[in-house]
């Protein structure tokens, strides 16, 4: 059995290097943990625009070589003035990544669907 300490060591969230030639280079997006991911639900409670709504997705969820968010919250308004073909393939990687958005809800609708379909392993009898 892991130990808690194996477990808190794990790095248990997937990333993906995109290159962004229009910076030139590339930039990290990982899985949100439990707590980007509330507070980034949070932010998303009020209406934003598409520009605010790309940024605060890129806010978090580009991370440093160690996984560290490398913008805050006092970013999210630069952020928002960058190129919207740029902004929108990143943030695309990053609902991807996290599963965030329709194709993300279709994907696990099937998935319940299929299981759903399958015998209940019940002995009772199809009414």
């Known amino acids: 059995m892991l130990t808690k300490e194996q477990i808190f060591a794990a790095r248990d ?3 993906e290097d995109v290159d962004v030639p229009e910076w030139g280079g590339s930039v990290r997006i990982t899985v949100m943990g439990g707590k980007a991911r509330d507070a980034l639900m949070e932010a998303l ?3 934003q625009t598409t520009s605010r709504f790309q ?8 991370v440093d070589d160690a ?3 490398i913008f805050t919250a006092d970013d999210v ?4 003035e ?3 073909e740029v902004m929108t393939r990143l943030v695309a990687v990053a609902m991807r990544l996290n599963k ?3 194709k993300a809800t279709e994907d696990a609708e099937k998935n319940s669907e299929a299981a759903l379909s399958g015998s209940s392993g019940s002995d009772s009898p199809a009414s």
Not at 55 to 62: D, M, N
Not at 77 to 80: A, P
């Open 13 to 15: 969230l997937q990333t």
């Open 45 to 47: 409670a009020e209406p």
């Open 55 to 62: 940024s605060l997705v890129l806010a978090s969820t580009v």
């Open 67 to 69: 996984g560290a968010q």
């Open 77 to 80: 308004e630069r952020l928002s």
């Open 82 to 84: 960058k190129n919207t």
């Open 100 to 102: 965030i958005g329709t």
